[in-house]
Nanobody, 125 residues
Framework: QVQLVESGGGSVQAGGSLRLSCSAS????????LAWFRQAPGKEREAVAT????????YYADSVKGRFAISQDNAKNTLYLQVNSLKPEDTAMYYC??????????????????WGQGTQVTVSS
């Protein structure tokens, strides 16, 4: 069992930046793929970025390429998402997730077994 706790969300103006964190505890060693998803009101949850635990295999959604960066600190069991040049359309609840299989080429929610409670990001124009 893995517990995930996100933090770092907030309200910013367009063009601003935030650093989201996801602290993991429990049997994180049994998870191979870590990811950030987001869900805006009335929309489906979508993958933002994924990374293979231990490094490599990084994926970004086209909508965030060049603006977001996923990283991890294995010593701290923490996953990060640096979000820069934020746009109003980035407004959503951001969730971290962990899966026990290798990161899929096309990330889908069903590939991940563990989810955090989410951290809200609100971007004003």
């Amino acid at each position: 069992q893995v517990q995930l706790v996100e933090s770092g969300g907030g309200s910013v103006q367009a063009g601003g930046s935030l650093r989201l964190s996801c602290s993991a505890s429990g049997s994180i060693y049994s998870r191979f793929c870590l990811a950030w998803f987001r869900q805006a009101p009335g929309k489906e949850r979508e993958a933002v970025a994924t990374i293979t635990r231990g490094g490599g295999g990084i994926y970004y959604a086209d909508s965030v390429k060049g603006r977001f960066a996923i990283s991890q600190d294995n010593a701290k069991n923490t996953l990060y998402l640096q979000v820069n040049s934020l746009k109003p359309e980035d407004t959503a609840m951001y969730y971290c997730a962990a899966g026990s299989l290798p990161c899929p080429a096309s990330p889908v929610t069903t590939a991940y077994t563990d989810w955090g409670q989410g951290t809200q990001v609100t971007v004003s124009s």
